[in-house]
């Protein structure tokens, strides 16, 4: 089968095209055949060997998003049948309940192979089953962007009508947050780097917009926003130079979900305000399975769209990460397989 492999050494470089053998489902498993998949700015960096603690082996099928239809089953499976359409989880081994290491070690994309093969031979219990009103596409922008997203604001954030939400930017885990801090019946305030975007997110529902190229320090009108009480809940994406700004505007007693790090990861920034406001700051780390199936239902109830920016063909996966970097995107951008 035909795969793109990070071969034989780190770099964008050794991203290649390669034959594999096609994989068989045994007992528990089942195949998939590839439909599309979705690229998120982690796979910018784990090509180069650079996320987080992660230590996978060579060669490493890159991207953890995808969706395919499921074309054999092994012995013994029960969750899902021939022909069902379905996503792999992010974390292939965190199912439900409390984060720990080895729920949270088994990435697709690295260190396990990822999306980008025509076929997946994975566990029953690694893959959720997909509404059918979204395209392929759409389908395969979920397992890390959305669940991501829908981790921050609905399962640890609970947000609730009326709250007043801000959003970093327009990428793919910006405007999957926007979508679900609507559904929630927030006010939703988005930072975001051009007034063409702003625009868009406006048509999109943000009730605010703020652009913070023009007003690099935005703490102070975004919290003129709320009428100076500040934000219930911050979708913290950019890092070391947003965090300083974000712990201005936040309320007493406010969420920051911490889950990018977009302009840095160092941290010199009064550390005081967590204390005196009583600030909680809450890591994210995509989500586990149960919470990709209870976003999948809001996702059904709402008839969400999924905001899709470029679809590439398979073998110009590396013209799309191109693509990716230069960070002219609105919406998602997909691999048509
Ligand atoms: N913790 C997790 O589980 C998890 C999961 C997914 C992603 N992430 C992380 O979250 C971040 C976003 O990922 P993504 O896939 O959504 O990225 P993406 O789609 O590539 O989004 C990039 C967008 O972020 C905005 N941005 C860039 N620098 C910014 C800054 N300094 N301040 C505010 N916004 C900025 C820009 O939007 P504008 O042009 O509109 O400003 C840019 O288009 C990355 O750091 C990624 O590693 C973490």
Same mark, same amino acid.
């Given at each position: ?149 829908? $981790?921050? &604001? @609905? +399962? ?7 709250? %007043? #939400?801000?959003? /970093? *930017? ?94 840095? $990861?160092? &941290? @010199? +920034? ?7 406001? %009583? #600030?909680?700051? /809450? *890591? ?54």
């Amino acid at each position: 089968m035909r795969v793109f492999q990070i071969q034989d050494d780190w770099g964008m470089a050794n991203l290649k095209l390669a034959d594999r053998p096609q994989p068989q489902p045994g007992a528990g498993q089942v195949l998939l055949r590839m439909l599309a998949s979705s690229l998120n700015f982690r796979d910018l960096v784990v090509p180069e060997r650079g996320y987080g603690s992660f230590t996978g082996k060579l060669p490493l099928i890159p991207l953890s998003d995808g969706v395919g239809e499921v074309v054999a089953v092994g012995p013994g499976v029960t969750r899902v049948a021939v022909g069902d359409r379905v996503c792999p989880t992010f974390f292939q081994g965190w199912i439900a309940g409390e984060p720990d290491l080895s729920r949270m070690t088994g990435s697709l994309g690295g260190p396990i192979d990822g999306t980008m093969a025509e076929f997946m031979c994975l566990s029953e219990q690694g893959v959720v089953k997909v509404p059918a009103y979204l395209s392929d596409v759409e389908a395969a922008t979920l397992p890390c962007a959305a669940l991501t997203a829908w $981790s921050a &604001l @609905a +399962t640890h954030g609970a947000v609730k009508p009326g709250e %007043q #939400v801000l959003i /970093q *930017g327009s990428g793919g885990v910006a405007l999957f947050a926007l979508a679900f801090a609507r559904i929630a019946g927030a006010r939703v305030t988005v930072i975001s780097s051009s007034d063409e975007k702003i625009e868009r997110l406006r048509a999109l529902g943000a009730d605010a917009t703020i652009n913070y190229r023009t007003t690099p320090e935005w703490s102070k009108p975004a919290r003129a926003l709320t009428d100076g009480r500040g934000f219930d809940h911050i979708v913290e994406l950019g890092g070391e130079k947003t965090l300083p700004q974000s712990l201005r505007c936040i309320r007493p007693g406010g969420t920051l979900s911490m889950i990018g790090v977009l302009s840095g $990861s160092s &941290l @010199a +920034t009064p550390l005081g305000l967590i204390i005196t406001r %009583q #600030v909680r700051l /809450q *890591g994210i780390t995509v989500g586990h399975r149960d919470g990709f199936e209870a976003m999948l239902r809001a996702l059904e109830q709402h008839r969400m769209p999924v905001i899709v920016d470029r679809v590439f063909e398979f073998p110009a996966l590396k013209e799309a990460l191109a693509y990716l970097k230069s960070g002219s995107q609105f919406g998602k951008i997909c691999i048509r397989h």
